[in-house]
Every structure is written in structure tokens, then in C-alpha cells.
């Protein structure tokens, strides 16, 4: 195990090379996604000024655009048969599973970031890590206590809003969105581009 957090973060930019070189690489993905979460617990403070975060979403869309553009290919394609639509059937799973992936992903780093902080700092209901928002608005409030939490609590509802709004999850993901407002009124970049993100009327994946 690395001694210090530089020699993590200097592991987590040599993973981040590698899954860009191969998008599929899970094992590299698995990695990078272990070494993420040991520098969390070990100073987030660090791995926040580092933006780890972006890193793994960053990893994350490599690995969600790989599988859209095989199913985007699939649809395109003329279905001539059931094994055509078998096929697409299977493309379109695939990119379902992967997004509850990427949303278990970040569940993974919000309970570990919970762990490490005051106890008063909940990100998500603990009863129930699923796709509800049940009890994150009456939690916004006790973030307050502990800005570095709230910082982290912005990346992740807003992260958690985009792969709902991927999954065709829209009214779920404006409560992400909301949420990600209500902690940071005063940034209105961020708002507008919240706004713009929480009103998309697209109903279809591929045009996420």
C-alpha cells in the first residue's frame, strides 16, 4: 500500500493513462477506482484540490461512451431479423448496466466519505443506496458543519443527476440537480447549467 497520498495520486494519473489507452480495460478501471477511494479516506482534502473526482468521472464516460457507440451502431443498422433485434435489445441492456455501474460507483465514494467525516454529514440514506432521493433535502442543511463535505456533496449529486438523465431517469435526476442548487445558490454558472440540464425534455438514450 503507497506510504503517502502523493504516491496514490501519482498511481490514480498513471491508471488515468491507461484507461484512456483502452477504454474497456475494466481491470484498470477496478484499479483506478480502489485508488480513488483509499486517498478519499485517507485525506479528502487532498483528493479534492487533486479533482479525483473528475478523474473518475472522466473514466467513467470513457467506459459509458464505448458501449453507446456499439449501441448506437446497432440501431442504425436495418433490422432484418429477431437476431438483429435481439441485437440491439442486448446493446441497449448494456448500456443500462453500465450506468448502474457508474451510479454504484459513486455510491461506493459517498458512503466512504461518510464514513470519514462528522457524523452529522449523511449524503445518502443509508437504509436505501438504491435511486431514491428519499431524506437528501432535509441532509442539505448539516453539510453546513463541514464545507469540505459539502464540496464533495456538489460533485456527486451532480454526477448522480447526469447518469440518471443518461437512464432516462429525468424527474430523478432534477431532484440531483436541485439538490446540487440548493447547496450552492450564489454559483450561477452552475445554476444555468443545471437549469438547462434538469429541463431536458429527451426521453431516448441516444440523445442523452
Known sequence: M???????????????????????DLEHREQ?????????????????????????????KLLFNGVREHYLKAIKQPAKASED????????????????????????????????A???????????????????????????????????AEVLYTRLGDINRYMNNFELSKKFYNAVQRLNPSDEYSFSRLTRLANLASSDINNS
Not at 448494456?94 to 460507483?105: D, K
Open 2 to 24: 503507497p506510504a503517502c497520498n502523493q504516491e496514490l495520486m501519482a498511481q490514480i494519473e498513471e491508471l488515468k493513462s491507461a484507461c484512456k489507452q483502452s477504454q474497456v
Open 85 to 116: 433485434n435481439n441485437r440491439v435489445a442486448i446493446a441497449r441492456l448494456n448500456c443500462t448496466n453500465v450506468l448502474h455501474t457508474l451510479y454504484s460507483e459513486w455510491l461506493k465514494l459517498a458512503l466512504l466519505v461518510e464514513a470519514t
Open 118 to 152: 462528522d457524523a452529522s454529514c449523511k449524503l445518502l440514506p443509508l437504509d436505501n443506496c438504491g435511486l431514491e432521493t428519499n431524506g437528501i433535502s432535509h441532509k442539505l442543511l448539516q453539510l453546513d458543519k463541514n464545507p469540505l463535505v459539502r464540496k464533495f
Open 32 to 60: 483506478l477506482l480502489n485508488c480513488i477511494c483509499q486517498l478519499v479516506q485517507m485525506d479528502l482534502a487532498f483528493a479534492m484540490d487533486n479533482e479525483v473526482t473528475q478523474v473518475l468521472w472522466s473514466s467513467q
